[in-house]
Protein backbone atom coordinates (compact mmCIF):
# COMPACT_ATOMS: atom_id res chain seq x y z
CA UNK A 1 0.00 0.00 0.00
CA UNK A 2 1.79 3.09 -1.11
CA UNK A 3 2.51 5.78 2.30
CA UNK A 4 -0.21 8.29 1.05
CA UNK A 5 -2.57 9.78 3.77
CA UNK A 6 -4.55 12.17 0.78
CA UNK A 7 -7.86 12.56 1.37
CA UNK A 8 -10.24 12.49 -1.77
CA UNK A 9 -13.37 14.03 -1.39
CA UNK A 10 -16.25 12.42 -3.79
CA UNK A 11 -19.18 14.65 -4.82
CA UNK A 12 -21.35 12.91 -7.61
CA UNK A 13 -25.29 12.43 -7.21
CA UNK A 14 -25.07 8.66 -8.30
CA UNK A 15 -24.60 6.24 -5.93
CA UNK A 16 -23.04 3.22 -7.96
CA UNK A 17 -20.62 5.37 -9.33
CA UNK A 18 -19.69 6.95 -5.56
CA UNK A 19 -19.04 3.43 -4.37
CA UNK A 20 -16.95 2.49 -7.38
CA UNK A 21 -15.24 5.90 -6.49
CA UNK A 22 -14.71 5.18 -3.10
CA UNK A 23 -13.21 2.03 -3.35
CA UNK A 24 -11.18 2.53 -6.44
CA UNK A 25 -10.03 5.14 -4.40
CA UNK A 26 -9.26 3.73 -1.24
CA UNK A 27 -7.55 0.69 -3.44
CA UNK A 28 -5.08 3.23 -4.64
CA UNK A 29 -4.41 4.01 -0.95
CA UNK A 30 -6.31 7.41 -0.56
CA UNK A 31 -9.03 8.59 2.39
CA UNK A 32 -12.42 9.09 0.86
CA UNK A 33 -15.67 10.72 1.83
CA UNK A 34 -18.57 10.81 -0.61
CA UNK A 35 -20.85 12.74 -0.84
CA UNK A 36 -24.16 13.12 -3.03
CA UNK A 37 -24.47 17.05 -3.52
CA UNK A 38 -22.60 19.91 -3.55
CA UNK A 39 -24.28 21.47 -0.58
CA UNK A 40 -23.82 17.98 1.44
CA UNK A 41 -20.46 18.60 1.16
CA UNK A 42 -20.67 22.15 2.28
CA UNK A 43 -22.06 21.01 5.55
CA UNK A 44 -18.99 19.18 6.20
CA UNK A 45 -16.20 21.33 8.41
CA UNK A 46 -13.17 21.98 5.56
CA UNK A 47 -10.90 19.50 5.38
CA UNK A 48 -7.27 20.51 6.27
CA UNK A 49 -4.37 18.74 5.06
CA UNK A 50 -3.57 17.33 1.86
CA UNK A 51 -6.61 16.62 0.17
CA UNK A 52 -8.39 16.92 -3.29
CA UNK A 53 -12.38 17.36 -4.57
CA UNK A 54 -13.94 14.61 -7.38
CA UNK A 55 -16.30 16.54 -8.73
CA UNK A 56 -19.38 15.34 -10.65
CA UNK A 57 -19.63 18.13 -13.53
CA UNK A 58 -23.61 18.13 -13.97
CA UNK A 59 -25.52 16.99 -10.66
CA UNK A 60 -29.24 18.64 -9.90
CA UNK A 61 -29.27 21.65 -8.11
CA UNK A 62 -25.82 22.87 -7.74
CA UNK A 63 -23.79 21.68 -10.93
CA UNK A 64 -19.98 20.68 -10.14
CA UNK A 65 -19.16 24.39 -11.42
CA UNK A 66 -21.20 26.12 -9.54
CA UNK A 67 -19.63 24.29 -6.38
CA UNK A 68 -16.44 25.29 -7.45
CA UNK A 69 -17.52 28.79 -7.60
CA UNK A 70 -18.88 28.93 -3.55
CA UNK A 71 -16.03 27.06 -2.47
CA UNK A 72 -13.64 29.67 -4.08
CA UNK A 73 -15.78 32.48 -3.01
CA UNK A 74 -15.40 31.52 0.41
CA UNK A 75 -11.89 31.28 0.03
CA UNK A 76 -11.62 27.72 0.12
CA UNK A 77 -9.05 26.56 -2.76
CA UNK A 78 -9.16 22.91 -2.52
CA UNK A 79 -7.47 20.91 -5.11
CA UNK A 80 -10.33 20.04 -7.58
CA UNK A 81 -10.92 17.30 -10.47
CA UNK A 82 -13.78 17.76 -12.91
CA UNK A 83 -15.65 14.21 -13.92
CA UNK A 84 -18.42 13.88 -15.92
CA UNK A 85 -20.53 11.71 -18.28
CA UNK A 86 -21.41 14.22 -20.74
CA UNK A 87 -18.67 16.11 -23.38
CA UNK A 88 -17.39 19.08 -22.49
CA UNK A 89 -18.49 21.53 -25.36
CA UNK A 90 -21.80 22.90 -23.57
CA UNK A 91 -19.51 23.57 -20.32
CA UNK A 92 -16.49 24.81 -21.92
CA UNK A 93 -16.98 28.23 -19.88
CA UNK A 94 -17.85 26.39 -16.92
CA UNK A 95 -15.05 24.86 -16.02
CA UNK A 96 -12.13 27.08 -15.65
CA UNK A 97 -8.89 25.61 -15.35
CA UNK A 98 -9.04 22.13 -13.84
CA UNK A 99 -8.86 18.82 -15.15
CA UNK A 100 -11.38 17.13 -16.34
CA UNK A 101 -11.85 13.69 -16.93
CA UNK A 102 -14.49 11.94 -19.20
CA UNK A 103 -16.44 9.12 -17.33
CA UNK A 104 -15.89 6.45 -17.43
CA UNK A 105 -13.09 6.77 -15.59
CA UNK A 106 -9.61 5.71 -16.14
CA UNK A 107 -8.28 4.75 -12.97
CA UNK A 108 -4.47 5.73 -13.48
CA UNK A 109 -5.52 9.11 -15.19
CA UNK A 110 -7.69 9.77 -11.71
CA UNK A 111 -4.95 9.05 -9.40
CA UNK A 112 -2.57 11.14 -11.91
CA UNK A 113 -4.74 13.84 -12.21
CA UNK A 114 -5.82 13.58 -8.10
CA UNK A 115 -1.63 13.90 -6.84
CA UNK A 116 -1.27 16.55 -9.73
CA UNK A 117 -4.17 19.00 -8.26
CA UNK A 118 -2.89 18.67 -4.78
CA UNK A 119 0.65 19.22 -5.52
CA UNK A 120 0.22 21.80 -7.96
CA UNK A 121 1.60 20.17 -11.55
CA UNK A 122 -1.92 20.62 -13.13
CA UNK A 123 -1.23 23.47 -15.33
CA UNK A 124 -3.13 26.44 -13.62
CA UNK A 125 -2.55 28.99 -16.54
CA UNK A 126 -2.62 28.79 -20.09
CA UNK A 127 -4.43 26.13 -21.95
CA UNK A 128 -6.72 24.12 -19.40
CA UNK A 129 -4.89 20.26 -19.03
CA UNK A 130 -7.93 18.05 -20.40
CA UNK A 131 -7.87 14.19 -20.58
CA UNK A 132 -9.81 12.83 -23.17
CA UNK A 133 -11.34 9.60 -23.12
CA UNK A 134 -9.73 7.18 -25.89
CA UNK B 1 -42.38 16.31 30.18
CA UNK B 2 -44.78 19.19 28.64
CA UNK B 3 -43.35 18.12 25.45
CA UNK B 4 -45.71 19.33 22.55
CA UNK B 5 -47.81 21.42 25.53
CA UNK B 6 -48.34 24.45 23.02
CA UNK B 7 -50.01 22.13 20.58
CA UNK B 8 -53.37 21.71 20.02
CA UNK B 9 -54.84 18.54 21.27
CA UNK B 10 -55.91 17.23 17.33
CA UNK B 11 -52.34 17.68 16.66
CA UNK B 12 -50.85 16.26 19.39
CA UNK B 13 -53.68 12.80 18.43
CA UNK B 14 -52.67 12.92 15.38
CA UNK B 15 -48.71 13.43 15.05
CA UNK B 16 -47.92 9.82 15.87
CA UNK B 17 -50.34 7.60 13.05
CA UNK B 18 -49.16 10.66 10.68
CA UNK B 19 -45.37 9.39 11.48
CA UNK B 20 -46.23 6.22 11.34
CA UNK B 21 -47.88 6.71 7.41
CA UNK B 22 -44.49 8.83 6.51
CA UNK B 23 -42.44 5.67 7.62
CA UNK B 24 -44.41 3.23 6.57
CA UNK B 25 -43.88 4.94 2.91
CA UNK B 26 -40.29 5.50 3.70
CA UNK B 27 -39.70 1.95 4.39
CA UNK B 28 -41.42 0.25 1.26
CA UNK B 29 -39.23 2.86 -0.76
CA UNK B 30 -36.28 1.71 0.32
CA UNK B 31 -37.27 -1.89 0.46
CA UNK B 32 -37.85 -1.13 -3.48
CA UNK B 33 -34.81 1.00 -4.13
CA UNK B 34 -32.52 -0.77 -7.08
CA UNK B 35 -29.20 -0.41 -5.83
CA UNK B 36 -27.93 2.57 -8.08
CA UNK B 37 -30.75 4.97 -6.39
CA UNK B 38 -30.13 4.29 -3.42
CA UNK B 39 -28.75 7.36 -2.19
CA UNK B 40 -31.73 9.52 -3.63
CA UNK B 41 -34.14 7.44 -1.61
CA UNK B 42 -32.07 8.09 1.18
CA UNK B 43 -31.77 11.83 0.59
CA UNK B 44 -35.93 11.87 0.29
CA UNK B 45 -36.34 9.97 3.86
CA UNK B 46 -34.46 12.30 5.41
CA UNK B 47 -36.26 14.95 3.98
CA UNK B 48 -39.38 13.91 4.59
CA UNK B 49 -38.18 13.10 8.35
CA UNK B 50 -36.57 16.32 8.63
CA UNK B 51 -39.77 18.10 7.67
CA UNK B 52 -42.08 15.92 9.71
CA UNK B 53 -40.26 16.87 12.58
CA UNK B 54 -39.79 20.47 11.46
CA UNK B 55 -35.87 20.01 12.59
CA UNK B 56 -33.42 22.40 10.41
CA UNK B 57 -31.40 19.19 9.05
CA UNK B 58 -31.54 15.69 8.60
CA UNK B 59 -28.33 13.53 7.85
CA UNK B 60 -26.69 10.51 7.66
CA UNK B 61 -23.22 9.62 7.84
CA UNK B 62 -22.05 6.15 7.30
CA UNK B 63 -18.82 4.35 6.94
CA UNK B 64 -17.63 1.28 5.23
CA UNK B 65 -15.69 -1.86 6.42
CA UNK B 66 -12.97 0.09 4.19
CA UNK B 67 -13.34 3.20 6.04
CA UNK B 68 -14.47 5.66 3.15
CA UNK B 69 -17.25 7.85 4.36
CA UNK B 70 -20.64 8.18 2.79
CA UNK B 71 -22.47 12.07 3.56
CA UNK B 72 -26.11 12.67 2.91
CA UNK B 73 -27.75 15.51 4.16
CA UNK B 74 -31.14 17.38 4.25
CA UNK B 75 -31.35 20.52 5.21
CA UNK B 76 -34.16 23.33 5.83
CA UNK B 77 -34.14 26.28 2.78
CA UNK B 78 -32.49 28.94 4.15
CA UNK B 79 -30.73 26.88 6.75
CA UNK B 80 -27.49 26.27 4.80
CA UNK B 81 -25.38 29.33 4.63
CA UNK B 82 -22.88 27.74 2.03
CA UNK B 83 -21.14 30.69 1.03
CA UNK B 84 -19.80 30.87 4.56
CA UNK B 85 -18.75 27.56 4.47
CA UNK B 86 -21.08 25.87 7.32
CA UNK B 87 -20.69 22.42 8.63
CA UNK B 88 -22.84 20.56 11.05
CA UNK B 89 -19.73 18.67 12.92
CA UNK B 90 -21.80 15.25 12.88
CA UNK B 91 -19.37 13.91 9.98
CA UNK B 92 -16.65 14.02 12.90
CA UNK B 93 -18.75 11.96 15.41
CA UNK B 94 -17.49 8.83 12.94
CA UNK B 95 -13.61 9.73 14.08
CA UNK B 96 -13.61 7.99 17.94
CA UNK B 97 -17.83 7.22 17.41
CA UNK B 98 -18.49 5.65 20.92
CA UNK B 99 -22.61 6.31 20.02
CA UNK B 100 -23.59 2.76 21.07
CA UNK B 101 -27.59 3.98 21.98
CA UNK B 102 -29.56 6.93 21.37
CA UNK B 103 -28.58 10.30 22.25
CA UNK B 104 -31.14 12.62 22.95
CA UNK B 105 -29.57 16.22 23.08
CA UNK B 106 -32.08 19.17 24.19
CA UNK B 107 -29.57 21.76 24.62
CA UNK B 108 -26.31 22.61 23.30
CA UNK B 109 -24.59 21.86 26.78
CA UNK B 110 -25.63 17.63 26.09
CA UNK B 111 -24.23 17.18 22.67
CA UNK B 112 -21.12 15.71 22.33
CA UNK B 113 -17.92 17.74 22.65
CA UNK B 114 -16.57 16.70 19.11
CA UNK B 115 -19.22 18.05 17.23
CA UNK B 116 -20.02 20.74 19.02
CA UNK B 117 -16.22 21.67 18.44
CA UNK B 118 -16.70 21.14 14.41
CA UNK B 119 -19.93 22.76 13.84
CA UNK B 120 -19.28 25.67 12.32
CA UNK B 121 -20.88 28.39 12.53
CA UNK B 122 -22.09 26.79 16.30
CA UNK B 123 -25.13 28.76 16.30
CA UNK B 124 -26.40 26.17 13.83
CA UNK B 125 -26.57 23.47 15.91
CA UNK B 126 -28.76 24.07 19.53
CA UNK B 127 -30.44 20.69 19.71
CA UNK B 128 -30.17 16.96 18.15
CA UNK B 129 -31.35 13.40 17.76
CA UNK B 130 -28.13 10.97 17.29
CA UNK B 131 -28.95 7.84 16.62
CA UNK B 132 -26.17 5.15 15.57
CA UNK B 133 -26.69 2.86 12.70
CA UNK B 134 -26.43 -0.26 14.00
CA UNK B 135 -25.34 -3.20 11.12
CA UNK B 136 -24.49 -6.62 12.65
CA UNK B 137 -23.27 -5.40 15.85
CA UNK B 138 -21.33 -2.71 14.11
CA UNK B 139 -21.71 0.74 14.89
CA UNK B 140 -20.98 1.91 11.14
CA UNK B 141 -22.84 5.02 11.16
CA UNK B 142 -25.02 7.75 12.54
CA UNK B 143 -28.05 9.42 11.73
CA UNK B 144 -28.57 13.02 13.14
CA UNK B 145 -31.67 15.27 13.27
CA UNK B 146 -30.99 18.73 14.30
CA UNK B 147 -31.84 22.02 15.03
CA UNK B 148 -31.07 25.62 15.40
CA UNK B 149 -32.84 26.01 18.20
CA UNK B 150 -33.01 24.18 21.99
CA UNK B 151 -35.59 22.18 21.72
CA UNK B 152 -37.15 19.01 23.81
CA UNK B 153 -38.10 16.58 21.19
CA UNK B 154 -41.25 14.73 21.57
CA UNK B 155 -40.28 10.87 22.04
CA UNK B 156 -42.53 10.13 18.97
CA UNK B 157 -39.83 12.20 16.93
CA UNK B 158 -37.08 10.50 18.70
CA UNK B 159 -38.75 6.97 18.29
CA UNK B 160 -39.73 7.88 14.61
CA UNK B 161 -35.61 8.55 14.17
CA UNK B 162 -34.87 5.20 15.14
CA UNK B 163 -37.33 3.66 13.57
CA UNK B 164 -35.62 5.55 10.22
CA UNK B 165 -32.17 4.35 11.15
CA UNK B 166 -33.37 0.93 11.98
CA UNK B 167 -34.49 1.03 8.04
CA UNK B 168 -31.57 2.73 6.93
CA UNK B 169 -29.27 0.15 8.63
CA UNK B 170 -30.94 -2.82 7.27
CA UNK B 171 -31.26 -0.76 3.39
CA UNK B 172 -27.69 -0.36 3.72
CA UNK B 173 -27.22 -4.14 4.92
CA UNK B 174 -28.93 -5.32 1.87
CA UNK B 175 -26.85 -3.20 -0.44
CA UNK B 176 -23.78 -5.19 1.21
CA UNK B 177 -24.83 -8.70 0.91
CA UNK B 178 -25.04 -10.80 -1.88
CA UNK B 179 -28.96 -11.93 -1.60
CA UNK B 180 -31.85 -9.49 -1.87
CA UNK B 181 -34.98 -9.19 0.25
CA UNK B 182 -36.85 -7.58 -2.71
CA UNK B 183 -38.98 -10.00 -4.28
CA UNK B 184 -39.52 -10.68 -7.98
CA UNK B 185 -42.42 -9.75 -8.30
CA UNK B 186 -41.79 -6.66 -6.33
CA UNK B 187 -38.82 -6.37 -8.81
CA UNK B 188 -41.13 -6.69 -12.05
CA UNK B 189 -43.83 -4.34 -10.70
CA UNK B 190 -40.81 -1.54 -10.27
CA UNK B 191 -39.65 -1.93 -13.54
CA UNK B 192 -43.19 -2.10 -15.32
CA UNK B 193 -43.57 0.76 -13.49
CA UNK B 194 -40.39 2.64 -14.61
CA UNK B 195 -41.56 1.48 -18.26
CA UNK B 196 -44.56 3.36 -17.99
CA UNK B 197 -43.12 6.30 -16.68
CA UNK B 198 -40.50 6.53 -19.99
CA UNK B 199 -43.25 6.44 -21.80
CA UNK B 200 -45.45 8.70 -20.07
CA UNK B 201 -42.62 11.06 -20.00
CA UNK B 202 -42.44 10.50 -24.71
CA UNK B 203 -45.67 10.65 -24.42
CA UNK B 204 -46.17 14.27 -22.74
CA UNK B 205 -43.60 15.22 -25.07
CA UNK B 206 -43.68 19.17 -25.58
CA UNK B 207 -42.02 21.31 -27.56
CA UNK B 208 -38.57 20.04 -27.75
CA UNK B 209 -36.91 17.15 -29.28
CA UNK B 210 -37.80 13.74 -26.96
CA UNK B 211 -35.80 11.60 -29.20
CA UNK B 212 -32.89 13.56 -29.02
CA UNK B 213 -33.57 13.62 -24.88
CA UNK B 214 -34.35 10.00 -24.82
CA UNK B 215 -30.78 9.48 -26.89
CA UNK B 216 -28.81 11.55 -24.07
CA UNK B 217 -30.33 10.17 -21.34
CA UNK B 218 -30.18 6.57 -22.57
CA UNK B 219 -26.32 7.62 -23.19
CA UNK B 220 -25.99 8.98 -19.56
CA UNK B 221 -28.03 5.99 -17.77
CA UNK B 222 -26.20 3.36 -19.14
CA UNK B 223 -22.70 5.60 -18.77
CA UNK B 224 -23.36 5.52 -15.04
CA UNK B 225 -23.37 1.94 -13.98
CA UNK B 226 -20.58 1.30 -16.65
CA UNK B 227 -18.36 4.17 -14.97
CA UNK B 228 -19.36 2.20 -11.60
CA UNK B 229 -18.71 -0.85 -13.01
CA UNK B 230 -15.35 0.07 -14.36
CA UNK B 231 -14.11 1.65 -11.58
CA UNK B 232 -15.23 -1.49 -9.72
CA UNK B 233 -13.54 -3.29 -11.90
CA UNK B 234 -10.09 -1.56 -11.73
CA UNK B 235 -10.35 -1.41 -7.86
CA UNK B 236 -10.58 -5.34 -7.90
CA UNK B 237 -7.71 -5.33 -9.44
CA UNK B 238 -5.43 -3.12 -6.87
CA UNK B 239 -6.94 -4.42 -4.13
CA UNK B 240 -5.87 -8.07 -5.48
CA UNK B 241 -2.58 -7.07 -6.64
CA UNK B 242 -1.51 -6.17 -3.12
CA UNK B 243 0.74 -8.20 -1.46
CA UNK B 244 -1.80 -9.47 0.82
CA UNK B 245 -5.00 -9.42 -1.75
CA UNK B 246 -8.01 -7.81 0.35
CA UNK B 247 -10.27 -10.41 -0.57
CA UNK B 248 -13.30 -8.62 0.88
CA UNK B 249 -13.06 -5.67 -0.96
CA UNK B 250 -12.36 -7.84 -4.08
CA UNK B 251 -15.91 -10.27 -3.22
CA UNK B 252 -17.73 -6.12 -2.61
CA UNK B 253 -16.54 -5.03 -5.73
CA UNK B 254 -17.25 -7.70 -7.57
CA UNK B 255 -20.89 -7.95 -5.96
CA UNK B 256 -21.49 -4.05 -7.12
CA UNK B 257 -20.07 -4.68 -10.52
CA UNK B 258 -22.89 -7.33 -11.25
CA UNK B 259 -25.54 -4.98 -9.69
CA UNK B 260 -24.65 -2.25 -12.27
CA UNK B 261 -24.45 -4.89 -14.99
CA UNK B 262 -28.32 -5.79 -14.20
CA UNK B 263 -28.67 -2.14 -14.33
CA UNK B 264 -26.98 -1.22 -17.64
CA UNK B 265 -29.24 -4.70 -19.38
CA UNK B 266 -32.40 -2.55 -17.13
CA UNK B 267 -31.83 0.38 -19.36
CA UNK B 268 -31.57 -1.48 -22.33
CA UNK B 269 -34.54 -4.30 -21.42
CA UNK B 270 -36.74 -0.95 -21.30
CA UNK B 271 -35.72 0.82 -24.23
CA UNK B 272 -36.30 -3.33 -26.14
CA UNK B 273 -39.63 -2.79 -24.75
CA UNK B 274 -40.69 0.63 -25.69
CA UNK B 275 -40.22 -0.18 -29.73
CA UNK B 276 -40.53 -3.88 -28.99
CA UNK B 277 -43.50 -3.95 -31.86
CA UNK B 278 -45.99 -6.12 -29.87
CA UNK B 279 -45.94 -4.02 -26.79
CA UNK B 280 -46.47 -1.14 -28.90
CA UNK B 281 -50.32 -0.45 -28.93
CA UNK B 282 -51.90 -0.36 -32.79
CA UNK B 283 -54.27 1.45 -33.76
CA UNK B 284 -56.18 3.02 -36.63
CA UNK B 285 -54.46 6.79 -36.92
CA UNK B 286 -54.97 9.44 -39.08
CA UNK B 287 -52.09 11.23 -39.76
CA UNK B 288 -53.57 14.71 -40.42
CA UNK B 289 -54.55 15.40 -36.91
CA UNK B 290 -51.21 13.68 -35.77
CA UNK B 291 -49.29 15.80 -37.31
CA UNK B 292 -51.37 18.76 -36.25
CA UNK B 293 -50.79 17.63 -32.87
CA UNK B 294 -46.92 17.95 -33.27
CA UNK B 295 -47.13 21.24 -34.63
CA UNK B 296 -49.28 22.22 -31.92
CA UNK B 297 -46.59 20.91 -29.22
CA UNK B 298 -44.03 22.59 -31.10
CA UNK B 299 -45.40 25.82 -32.02
CA UNK B 300 -43.70 28.42 -29.18
CA UNK B 301 -40.50 26.50 -30.41
CA UNK B 302 -41.09 27.14 -33.78
CA UNK B 303 -42.18 30.90 -32.43
CA UNK B 304 -39.45 31.30 -30.78
CA UNK B 305 -37.57 30.33 -33.21
CA UNK B 306 -38.81 32.55 -36.12
CA UNK B 307 -39.80 29.92 -38.03
CA UNK B 308 -42.58 29.85 -40.61
CA UNK B 309 -44.34 26.29 -40.79
CA UNK B 310 -47.00 25.30 -43.72
CA UNK B 311 -49.36 22.11 -43.36
CA UNK B 312 -50.24 20.60 -46.61
CA UNK B 313 -52.36 17.76 -45.45
CA UNK B 314 -55.51 16.22 -47.42
CA UNK B 315 -58.48 16.14 -46.14
CA UNK B 316 -59.16 12.73 -47.20
CA UNK B 317 -55.79 10.38 -46.51
CA UNK B 318 -56.85 6.65 -45.56
CA UNK B 319 -55.62 5.69 -41.67
CA UNK B 320 -52.27 4.45 -41.10
CA UNK B 321 -51.73 1.26 -38.05
CA UNK B 322 -49.56 2.15 -35.68
CA UNK B 323 -48.35 3.41 -32.47
CA UNK B 324 -49.37 7.13 -31.86
CA UNK B 325 -46.40 7.93 -29.49
CA UNK B 326 -44.19 6.51 -31.54
CA UNK B 327 -45.34 7.95 -34.80
CA UNK B 328 -45.54 11.00 -33.18
CA UNK B 329 -41.73 11.12 -32.45
CA UNK B 330 -41.02 10.20 -35.60
CA UNK B 331 -42.51 13.57 -37.12
CA UNK B 332 -41.42 15.73 -34.25
CA UNK B 333 -38.05 14.53 -34.63
CA UNK B 334 -38.07 15.39 -38.26
CA UNK B 335 -39.16 18.73 -37.85
CA UNK B 336 -36.90 19.45 -35.07
CA UNK B 337 -34.24 18.75 -37.12
CA UNK B 338 -35.72 21.03 -39.85
CA UNK B 339 -35.78 23.92 -37.53
CA UNK B 340 -32.40 23.33 -36.94
CA UNK B 341 -31.74 23.66 -40.58
CA UNK B 342 -33.44 26.94 -41.24
CA UNK B 343 -32.13 28.70 -38.42
CA UNK B 344 -28.71 27.93 -39.18
CA UNK B 345 -28.20 30.25 -42.09
CA UNK B 346 -29.28 33.42 -42.96
CA UNK B 347 -32.03 32.08 -45.57
CA UNK B 348 -35.66 31.97 -45.47
CA UNK B 349 -36.99 29.89 -42.13
CA UNK B 350 -39.44 28.05 -43.88
CA UNK B 351 -40.89 24.73 -43.03
CA UNK B 352 -43.24 22.72 -45.05
CA UNK B 353 -45.23 19.40 -43.70
CA UNK B 354 -46.94 17.33 -46.82
CA UNK B 355 -49.26 14.57 -46.43
CA UNK B 356 -50.49 12.94 -49.48
CA UNK B 357 -51.33 8.84 -50.47
CA UNK B 358 -50.24 7.22 -53.26
CA UNK B 359 -49.70 3.38 -54.13
CA UNK B 360 -51.28 2.44 -51.01
CA UNK B 361 -49.36 4.37 -49.33
CA UNK B 362 -49.62 7.24 -46.76
CA UNK B 363 -46.59 9.91 -46.97
CA UNK B 364 -45.65 12.29 -45.27
CA UNK B 365 -42.75 14.89 -46.42
CA UNK B 366 -40.99 17.54 -44.22
CA UNK B 367 -39.19 20.36 -46.42
CA UNK B 368 -36.76 22.99 -45.52
CA UNK B 369 -35.18 26.06 -46.66
CA UNK B 370 -31.45 25.34 -45.10
CA UNK B 371 -28.41 24.65 -46.47
CA UNK B 372 -29.48 20.64 -47.38
CA UNK B 373 -27.27 17.33 -47.11
CA UNK B 374 -24.02 16.94 -48.29
CA UNK B 375 -23.49 14.29 -50.60
CA UNK B 376 -21.68 12.11 -48.88
CA UNK B 377 -23.84 12.20 -45.55
CA UNK B 378 -27.21 11.45 -47.32
CA UNK B 379 -26.36 7.86 -47.23
CA UNK B 380 -25.37 7.34 -43.60
CA UNK B 381 -27.52 10.28 -41.97
CA UNK B 382 -29.75 7.50 -40.19
CA UNK B 383 -27.15 5.73 -38.93
CA UNK B 384 -26.58 5.51 -35.78
CA UNK B 385 -23.78 7.82 -34.02
CA UNK B 386 -23.58 9.45 -37.25
CA UNK B 387 -24.85 13.22 -36.63
CA UNK B 388 -23.21 16.78 -37.94
CA UNK B 389 -24.73 18.66 -34.71
CA UNK B 390 -22.47 20.51 -33.07
CA UNK B 391 -23.89 18.49 -29.58
CA UNK B 392 -26.05 15.83 -31.59
CA UNK B 393 -26.23 12.17 -30.39
CA UNK B 394 -26.81 11.13 -33.90
CA UNK B 395 -29.56 8.87 -32.52
CA UNK B 396 -32.46 10.40 -33.49
CA UNK B 397 -32.87 9.42 -37.28
CA UNK B 398 -31.86 6.33 -36.35
CA UNK B 399 -34.35 5.98 -34.10
CA UNK B 400 -37.08 7.14 -36.24
CA UNK B 401 -35.78 5.07 -39.13
CA UNK B 402 -36.45 1.73 -36.69
CA UNK B 403 -39.63 3.21 -35.34
CA UNK B 404 -40.92 3.86 -39.24
CA UNK B 405 -39.53 0.11 -39.97
CA UNK B 406 -41.47 -1.70 -37.35
CA UNK B 407 -44.17 -0.29 -39.11
CA UNK B 408 -43.76 -1.68 -41.87
CA UNK B 409 -42.60 1.71 -43.20
CA UNK B 410 -39.52 3.55 -45.40
CA UNK B 411 -38.08 6.84 -44.81
CA UNK B 412 -35.28 8.13 -47.06
CA UNK B 413 -34.00 11.69 -47.05
CA UNK B 414 -32.73 14.11 -50.51
CA UNK B 415 -31.90 17.17 -51.13
CA UNK B 416 -34.49 19.75 -52.78
CA UNK B 417 -33.15 20.74 -56.29
CA UNK B 418 -33.59 24.74 -55.38
CA UNK B 419 -32.25 24.76 -51.26
CA UNK B 420 -32.71 22.87 -48.18
CA UNK B 421 -33.38 18.98 -48.10
CA UNK B 422 -36.59 16.65 -48.26
CA UNK B 423 -36.91 13.77 -45.32
CA UNK B 424 -39.90 11.41 -46.54
CA UNK B 425 -41.67 8.71 -44.92
CA UNK B 426 -43.98 6.63 -46.14
CA UNK B 427 -46.34 3.85 -44.05
CA UNK B 428 -48.64 1.20 -45.98
CA UNK B 429 -52.48 2.78 -45.69
CA UNK B 430 -55.14 1.13 -44.03
CA UNK B 431 -57.64 0.40 -47.05
CA UNK B 432 -61.37 0.26 -46.56
CA UNK B 433 -61.44 -2.86 -47.25
CA UNK B 434 -58.94 -4.10 -44.84
CA UNK B 435 -61.10 -1.87 -42.69
CA UNK B 436 -64.35 -3.60 -43.12
CA UNK B 437 -62.46 -6.85 -43.16
CA UNK B 438 -61.43 -5.92 -39.45
CA UNK B 439 -58.26 -5.25 -39.91
CA UNK B 440 -56.84 -9.17 -39.77
CA UNK B 441 -55.62 -11.13 -42.84
Known amino acids: MPARARRVFVIDDDHSVRRGLARLLAAAGYRVETFESGPAFLERSPPRGEHCLVVDVRMPGMSGPELRDVLRAAGRDSPLVFITAHGTDEIEEDLGMETVLLKPIEADLLVHAIDAAITGLAPRSGKRQRVARH | MGVGANKSRAQRESEPARLAGLLRRISSELIRAPHHSLGNTIDGALARLGEALAADRALVVTRDPYGSVEHHVWARRGMNGHARGTSNGVDSLLGGLELDHTLVCRTRKQLPAPVLQDANPPAQLGSAILVPLHNGGKTEGVLAVTARAPRSWAPTAVKATEQLADM ?45 EL ?166 IFEPFFTRKPNGMGMGLAICRSIVEAHGGRIGARNRSERGSIFELSLPAITSAQESAGGTP
Open chain 2, 168 to 212: LAAGLDRMASQSSLVKEQEKRLFAEAETRRLRDQIAHAGRVSMLG
Open chain 2, 215 to 380: AASLAHELNQPLTAIYTNAQAAHRFLDRKKPVLGEVRAALHDLGQDCRRAGDVLGRLRQMFRRHETERVSLAVGPLIEHVLKLLHEDAVTRGVEVLLDARGDLSPVNGDRVQLEQVVMNLLVNAFDAVTGGAGPREVIVRASERNGSVEVAVLDTGRGIARADLER
